[in-house]
């Protein structure tokens, strides 16, 4: 009964649905002031209106780009993310790690084409989009959407594709975080509850605005401004997701650790992860599908794209090595499941600051987070007393705030960054290091308390709704079996 109630809860929602507006359409420019009329074919002729300036079309090479980006966050996901975490279980809950994000992953797709896209990138208020484009509703092959450049667009389709890998793939990071003991039908309650209310938010605080066309001079800038999301207002910088994806999922993840309780037999049997094979491949697959994740940000194939390609090796390879090094020192042995966990936290620490830093400001960054997310995994996981079963919290929380925070120290040009660019100046702007830390504690912050009320009263809801774990039997059994009726593995 309890799991038909959570059916029909889930079936209610997907058919609820919004009106979302055209987010970060780009408008078209107006003519040219310095158009001249065409000369007089006679003297008694008249003279030629000036030719309107035609409106921005998508040039093939960002939209081949956008698409090659979109399908590499997809290859994150599933399968990078499923076999990275499949591998830290043990062999009786391969299945239900893997089935949990598989599905996550899809039905967060779904939920975004009927109201997700429309909620994080319409406008409305600062902390919310609307609902005109509703199952996209107005969206067709000829729409558009702005980029980062004046002038400069692609096609709405794209950004949309894009865009729904991130919502995809952030509530599929939760997971890890109570992997072993949660029922599959209260999670896809929760990512449910937690989308709508989390994620989308967070996306239309952090990255929601009018686009650059939109600005031509201080009074037009007040406007978008007025208009765009919370933090975008506020002056946070999150290129690819430090604060939406990273900080967002791994503190509902550390709630949810809490929550759900611990392990049966958890500080007391071994729970070591069965295949690590199995997770350094899916950390491989998450390294190569990262560059489509923080370069696919720039919307462009431009020089900043080929940036946040160069920053995000670096840091990921700077990151592998510190913890690998720091991990050798304190333990006395490299381990590969370190090696690994390294590599994800580089990718994580980088991502707000992928196309901000230059390249020795990423190297930094990821020397930096290899030996905190280490510490976050070890020391910290410990204080907190939570069972947090694949270290969600430590490795992208901890990272997360880490690179966020970072970004606005390397964004500056003192620094080798790109600084912060002026839409009325149509240059770099001036920069100021105080404040922009200011801007990025404002998103760190939000990140964390918006993330953790929503995810405290989104499991408290799913609880008395249908309950948040499996009995003990089910547990020590195992959940492939017992929620899914089959195995990863037959011996």
């Known amino acids: 009964m309890k799991k038909l109630i959570a059916a029909l809860a889930l079936f209610g929602v997907l058919g609820f649905a919004g009106a979302p507006a055209v987010a970060q359409d780009k408008p078209a420019e107006a003519p040219s002031a310095a158009a001249q009329a065409a000369p007089a074919a006679a003297a008694s002729a008249a003279p030629a209106a000036p030719a309107a300036t035609p409106a921005p079309t998508p040039d093939k090479g960002d939209t081949a780009w956008m698409m090659v980006a979109t399908i590499l966050v997809i290859m994150m996901t599933v399968p990078g993310l499923a076999l990275f975490y499949g591998g830290m279980v043990r062999a009786k809950n391969t299945l239900s790690v893997l089935m949990q994000v598989y599905i996550v992953f899809a039905m967060c797709v779904v939920l975004w084409a009927i109201y997700g896209y429309s909620v994080a990138f319409t406008g409305g208020s600062p902390f919310f ?8 509703s107005g969206v067709n092959a000829e729409s558009i959407a702005a980029t980062f ?7 709405e389709f794209a950004f949309i594709a894009f865009q729904a890998t991130f919502a995809g793939i952030t509530p599929a990071l939760i997971v890890g975080a109570f992997a072993e003991r949660m029922k599959f039908s209260a999670v896809l309650l929760f990512v449910l509850i937690w989308f709508t209310f989390a994620y989308l938010p967070m996306a239309h605080m952090v990255w929601y605005w009018d686009g650059p066309d939109a600005i031509t001079d201080a009074a037009s800038l007040e406007k978008v401004v007025a208009g765009a999301g919370f933090l975008w207002a506020k002056g946070a ?42 997770t350094m491949v899916g950390a491989a697959l998450l390294w190569v599908g990262w560059f489509g994740f923080n370069a696919g940000s720039n919307l462009e194939a431009t020089g900043v794209a080929t940036l946040a390609v160069v920053n995000t090796l670096l840091a990921t390879a700077a990151a592998t090595m510190s913890w690998m090094i720091f991990e050798w020192m304190l333990k006395g042995k490299p381990s590969m499941l370190g090696a690994a966990s390294g590599s994800i936290a580089g990718l994580v620490a980088i991502t707000p600051a992928a196309g901000f830093v230059g390249p020795m400001g990423a190297l930094i960054i990821g020397l930096i987070a290899g030996v905190v997310c280490l510490w976050g995994v070890n020391s910290l996981k410990r204080m907190l007393g939570a069972d947090d079963a694949l270290d969600v919290f430590g490795v992208h929380a901890v990272g997360g705030i880490l690179g966020s925070i970072l970004t606005g120290v390397f964004v500056s040009p003192v620094l080798g960054g790109t600084g912060v660019y002026d839409y009325v100046a149509n240059k770099v702007g001036d920069f100021d290091m105080g404040t922009q830390l200011v801007a990025q504690f404002w998103g760190v912050g939000v990140g964390v308390l918006w993330s953790a009320v929503v995810a405290l009263i989104a499991f408290k809801v799913v609880d008395l709704i249908i309950g948040l774990r499996v009995t003990e039997e089910v547990e020590r059994e195992g959940l492939d079996i017992n929620e899914h009726g089959e195995k990863a593995y037959h011996m």
Do not use: C, Q
Request: charged share 15%; net charge positive.
């Open 129 to 136: 989009g609307g609902f005109d484009k509703l199952f996209l």
């Open 149 to 155: 450049s004046k002038g400069v667009v692609i096609p």
């Open 237 to 278: 910088l999150d290129f690819a997701g430090g604060t939406v994806v990273h900080i967002n999922a791994g503190i509902a993840g550390l709630v949810g650790a809490y929550l759900v309780g611990k392990r049966v037999g958890w500080g007391k049997e071994a729970m070591s992860p069965h295949n690590l094979t199995l």
